[in-house]
Each structure stands twice: as C-alpha cells, then as structure tokens.
C-alpha cells in the first residue's frame, strides 16, 4: 500500500488519483480555515511555489475535525484560500482525518512511524517519491521551518 494507491476528490469535486503524484516528494496537510494556525497556509505556498519545479507539491485537506474551525462548504474554502493566501497548490474534498470514520488515507497516514491520530489542523506528514511517509511534523512546525525544510531537502535528494 502506498499514497499513490488512492483516488480523492478535489475540492473542485474532479476524481483525481494520487498516483499522479508519483516520483514527487509531498507534503500532506489536514488544514482549516478558522485555526490559529491558518497564517500558515502563506508559508505552504511559498514553499510549493520555492520547490514545485524540483519535483515537490504540498497537497491540502481541509478538515473539520478540530474545533469545527473548517465549517465551510468546498466552494467557501477554495475561495478563501485562493482570496486570502494566494493558494496554489492542490487542495482537495474536505475529508474527516481522526476518530473511527477517518478517511482511509488518513488511515494510511497514520499508521507510518509514528503512529497515532493527527493532533490538530496543519499537521503535516512528508511523503516519499515512492508514496511512503518518511517524517511527521506536528502543527507547531511552521512551513519555513529550518528541521522541516532539512528533511523536504533529504527527500528530494
């Protein structure tokens, strides 16, 4: 099993298989519009727009999981997110990302060392060429991060 292995809908509600994605180093974030942690959706994008030429993309997942701070429909959050921060990079369905009905990617996800629920929006797992997770950031770690951008770098080798 492995990233590359599942189909998601966009947030623009097109299938897209995330195989598309294969040979390139991810960055897979549960994000949230109404978070604390929402100024960090600028630095996802500077890092996405820094990186994308080298083989690199962030890919967000809206969720409302934590604190009811993604209450928006699709079309709410698509447009906040391009308005606000200049979005760019792939943004997908809002999905459910912790507890018994969390979608199977998430599952995936979670199951990589270490293991264990996603703590809170903007938590941030590093996706290998090969569709394994290879590091786990908690949301404290901004997206400029110098341990973060260490292990992106590792990555994409």
Request: with cysteine; proline share 6%; glycine share 12%.
């Amino acid at each position: 099993m492995s990233f590359h292995d599942f189909t998601m809908k966009t947030i623009d509600g097109k299938e897209r298989s995330l195989g598309d994605f294969r040979g390139k180093v991810l960055l897979v974030v549960n994000t949230a519009s109404e978070c604390g942690y929402t100024p960090q959706y600028a630095g996802l994008e500077r890092l996405h727009e820094r990186l994308e030429g080298r083989g690199f993309s962030v890919l967000g997942f809206p969720s409302n999981d934590y604190g009811a701070q993604e209450p928006g429909s699709d079309a709410e959050i698509q447009t906040f997110c391009s308005t606000k921060f200049g979005v760019k990079f792939p943004l997908f369905s809002k999905i459910t990302v912790k507890g018994g009905s969390k979608h199977p990617l998430y599952a995936f996800l979670t199951q990589a060392e270490p293991t264990g629920e996603v703590k809170w929006n903007f938590e941030k797992f590093l996706v290998g060429k090969d569709g394994q997770v290879i590091g786990r950031f908690p949301s404290s770690v901004d997206p400029e991060d110098p341990k973060l951008a260490e292990a992106i770098e590792k990555a994409l080798g």
